[in-house]
């Protein structure tokens, strides 16, 4: 079936440092790709998309692009802020089934 | 008030107890979702519907039961709770297809501890 495997944590920066947590996914079809925020005491939130191929999804100085040909969707920010730390979850959706998701990547800024 | 509504937020029960976790969205959608979160597991689907005379099992729905009693309202219950249940809850609800139905909006939570 549909699987979603991230780079475990946590990661640990300083603020303004570079970010990447990586997603590679296996899917049958054309799945659509996203990356979902949880800050601290809160639910999931949407952070950004790409529903095809060569997309590029963007939220909040994030980006991340759907490679079909590496099956991956990682996650950059160029410099990161202490009100970034949270917990990060890549997941996959496809055809008419729920969301599939990533065990998720606790990150730390530090200032 | 919140989009999704979830209560209790915090429970301890003790094992073989019958726990009912409730949620409420305001969101006008038609799916919803009962996920459970424990550390290093990520997010796991319990049970998921469709509408209101739609329900799904998930990846791990032994030992859970729902109920959807409106389109608004999504319950899931634990019948006998045990220890393994432990962990932090969270409803979500999304549109019916197209774009809109992976963009989920979820809840706060609800963290159960059964001792």
């Known amino acids: 079936g549909d699987s979603v495997t991230q780079m475990e944590g946590p990661v640990t920066l300083s603020e303004e440092a570079f970010l990447t947590i990586n997603c590679t996914y296996t899917a049958t079809g054309y799945p659509s790709l996203f990356w979902y925020v949880q800050y601290p005491g809160e639910g999931l939130q949407l952070l950004l998309k790409?529903?095809?191929?060569?997309d590029k999804g963007s939220n909040k100085g994030f980006e991340a692009t759907y490679r079909k040909e590496t099956t991956s969707f990682h996650l950059e920010k160029g410099s990161v802020q202490v009100s970034d730390s949270a917990v990060y979850f890549c997941?996959?959706?496809?055809?008419?089934?729920?969301?599939?998701f990533g065990k998720g990547t606790r990150l730390s800024v530090i200032a | 008030d919140a989009d999704v509504t979830q209560t209790p937020r915090n429970r301890i029960t003790k094992t073989g107890k019958r726990i009912m976790l409730e949620c409420s969205q305001t969101k006008g959608h038609d799916r919803m979702y009962w996920y459970r979160q424990d550390p290093g597991l990520g997010l796991r689907l319990i049970y998921y519907s469709f509408d209101v005379k739609d329900i799904n099992k998930g990846e791990i729905s032994d030992g859970y039961s729902v109920s959807r009693q409106a389109q608004a309202k999504f319950s899931l219950s634990l019948e006998s709770a045990i220890p393994n249940q432990t962990a932090l809850y969270f409803c979500?609800?999304?549109?019916?297809?197209?774009?809109?139905?992976?963009?989920?909006?979820f809840g706060a939570g609800s963290r159960l501890t059964v001792l």
């Open positions: 979500a609800t999304s549109r019916p297809g197209g774009s809109g139905a992976n963009v989920l909006t």
């Open positions: 997941a996959l959706g496809s055809g008419n089934t729920p969301l599939v």
């Open positions: 790409a529903t095809k191929a060569d």
